[in-house]
């Protein structure tokens, strides 16, 4: 999978850049020049984020249009401010904002800021098919063996024919592909009769969320 983003301007300099810096940081790029047509594309498909050239003719009443919509689009909203100057942007609802001339420092640091908001709120609610034993235990009782059948950033899907505790419990489980593991404190979330349980994190270190954020993202990407 891939992240997508639309950059509505006609200042192709400054496009170039941009282009550039998506690029790198692995963003598709769909160029408009006329903010109608960018909001008739908007209408009919999905991406992570709008980048709009407030220089452009057409591009107020084009934000307007997008605040007015009955479910706003939760895509980062990156204003390129031009002439108008940041203090006139304060109602365009931008997510971010950067300023012409634009500088490959600053529009690096704004977009990677862009793309961590756009990952996280992917990964939050994605979760990844695994196939992956996992070894369980509470307290001084005898750890017992587990699959682990999906992953996300804050829990994951169990299959195992044992008695689940009512209370927090260590969970051990190696990610495939990777010399990292996952060792946390989890409590189950739900449970079904086919032996299916939901598990969700509520103890897990600062380096070991890093790894798991990271590994993710790479698998992610590479599905």
Same mark, same amino acid.
């Given at each position: 999978?891939?992240?997508?983003?639309?950059?509505?301007?006609?200042?192709? #300099?400054?496009?170039?850049?941009?282009?550039?810096?998506?690029?790198?940081?692995?963003?598709?790029? =769909?160029?408009?020049?006329?903010?109608?047509?960018?909001?008739?594309?908007?209408?009919?498909? &999905?991406? =992570?984020?709008?980048?709009?050239?407030?220089?452009?003719?057409?591009?107020? %009443?084009?934000?307007?249009? /997008?605040? @007015?919509?009955?479910?706003? $689009?939760?895509?980062?909203?990156? *204003?390129?401010? +031009?002439?108008?100057? @940041?203090?006139?942007?304060?109602?365009? %609802?931008?997510?971010?904002?950067?300023? &012409?001339? *634009?500088?490959?420092?600053?529009?690096?640091?704004?977009? $990677?800021?862009?793309?961590?908001?756009? /990952?996280? +709120?992917?990964?939050?609610?994605?979760?990844?098919?695994?196939?992956?034993?996992?070894? /369980?235990?509470?307290?001084?009782?005898?750890?017992?063996?587990?699959?682990?059948?999906?992953?996300?950033?804050?829990?994951?899907? *169990? #299959?195992?024919?044992?008695?689940?505790?009512?209370?927090?419990?260590?969970?051990?489980?190696?990610?495939?592909?990777?010399?990292?593991?996952?060792?946390?404190? %989890? &409590?189950?979330?739900?449970? =079904?009769? #086919? +032996?299916?349980? %939901?598990?969700?994190?509520? #103890?897990?270190?600062?380096?070991?969320?890093? =790894?798991?954020?990271?590994?993710?993202?790479?698998?992610?990407?590479?599905?």
């Amino acid at each position: 999978m891939t992240l997508s983003s639309m950059v509505v301007s006609r200042d192709w #300099q400054e496009v170039g850049v941009l282009e550039c810096i998506l690029g790198g940081l692995h963003i598709g790029v =769909d160029i408009e020049s006329e903010p109608l047509k960018a909001r008739e594309k908007l209408a009919k498909s &999905k991406i =992570d984020a709008l980048i709009v050239d407030c220089d452009l003719n057409g591009t107020a %009443g084009f934000l307007r249009s /997008l605040r @007015r919509q009955p479910t706003p $689009s939760p895509v980062p909203l990156v *204003i390129v401010s +031009g002439s108008a100057g @940041r203090n006139a942007l304060e109602s365009t %609802g931008a997510t971010f904002v950067f300023e &012409k001339p *634009i500088s490959v420092e600053q529009a690096v640091h704004t977009l $990677s800021a862009a793309r961590n908001m756009i /990952l996280d +709120g992917r990964l939050r609610y994605h979760r990844l098919p695994l196939n992956v034993p996992a070894n /369980l235990s509470c307290g001084s009782k005898a750890a017992f063996e587990a699959t682990v059948t999906n992953l996300s950033q804050g829990g994951v899907g *169990i #299959q195992t024919g044992a008695a689940l505790p009512t209370g927090p419990f260590r969970l051990n489980f190696s990610l495939p592909g990777s010399a990292l593991s996952i060792r946390c404190l %989890g &409590k189950v979330a739900w449970t =079904d009769k #086919q +032996g299916n349980a %939901g598990v969700r994190f509520v #103890q897990i270190s600062r380096r070991t969320k890093r =790894d798991l954020q990271l590994w993710l993202e790479r698998e992610y990407f590479a599905s």
